[in-house]
């Protein structure tokens, strides 16, 4: 068993044949099918909500990993999505697992349908969460929205996940608040902050993914869990019901009064979908 606390999960580091070290995170049980996170734009190993990671962890072995180019790994960040699922995927055949389930979010979600595109026979089960398809509406406006937010923050001197992540609502902003004391409770050994340029490669990556076309979801057989708030302005909340109509083998759940972080506002709630999906 590992730590039982996500805010004192060690940082470890794995070296791929490629030569890139890989900054990761453990906890649960290692045993059966590891659960891969796969992350949001700009965020590292501290972006996971500690209380989400600890509930999933009773049931489930996680593994939390910063991508080449971002946080503690070394290399750079890839230039596309496509490029960036390929990198995760050296990632988890550099452990040798030979199946593993995916939870997603966001970017990690976009990264997340192209690895299981191309494949398939690694995942099991597949978590798509706050995120949409290829070519998804309003996914190219996601560098304006945030951009627009993160002059709002500097103004409001309040961090820009207050804004991007969560409804301007009373039930909105005390997510918000609880959210981001959250991810500070870790004190010591905490992941490095993502570089400007890294930022911005992420940027543009899912820019262009988003003006890409279509991609053939229905080739997309594993059992699919997709979740968001029921007012996601990030990645908006009508990308979740595309994804639920393309994907054949797919369960759609959507949070009240959430927005794009939804899974961390309603952790209790989406850890037990989880468990209840991977273990059925």
Do not use: C
Request: net charge positive; aromatic share 8%.
């Amino acid at each position: 068993m590992t730590n039982t606390a996500y805010t004192l999960a060690p940082n470890q580091f794995i070296t791929a044949d490629s030569g890139i070290k890989y900054a990761y995170r453990e906890m649960g049980q290692k045993t059966g099918i590891p659960v891969i996170l796969l992350t949001h734009l700009s965020a590292n190993l501290d972006n996971w909500e500690p209380s989400l990671i600890d509930e999933l962890a009773k049931k489930h072995w996680l593994i939390m990993f910063d991508n080449s180019g971002v946080g503690l790994s070394t290399g750079r960040v890839p230039q596309t999505i496509q490029a960036m699922a390929r990198d995760t995927l050296t990632f988890i055949h550099t452990f040798d697992f030979q199946q593993v389930d995916i939870l997603s979010l966001s970017m990690g979600g976009m990264i997340a349908q192209e690895l299981v595109l191309r494949e398939p026979q690694l995942v099991r089960k597949l978590i798509l969460t706050g995120t949409g398809p290829r070519g998804g509406y309003g996914i190219d406006q996601v560098t304006r929205v945030t951009n627009l937010d993160l002059v709002r923050a500097v103004i409001t001197l309040r961090d820009v996940k207050t804004y991007l992540f969560f409804t301007r609502t009373a039930v909105g902003k005390r997510a918000a608040a609880d959210f981001l004391r959250q991810i500070k409770r870790r004190q010591s050994n905490r992941d490095r902050s993502i570089s400007l340029s890294a930022y911005t490669a992420q940027l543009k990556a899912i820019k262009r993914w988003g003006k890409e076309g279509p991609a053939d979801l229905s080739k997309i057989s594993q059992p699919t869990l997709i979740a968001n708030g029921d007012h996601d302005r990030m990645v908006p909340t009508k990308n979740s019901y595309d994804l639920a109509t393309r994907i054949p083998n797919s369960k759609l759940i959507l949070f009240k009064d959430a927005g794009h972080g939804s899974i961390f506002q309603y952790y209790l709630q989406f850890s037990q979908a989880v468990n209840q999906f991977l273990q059925n």
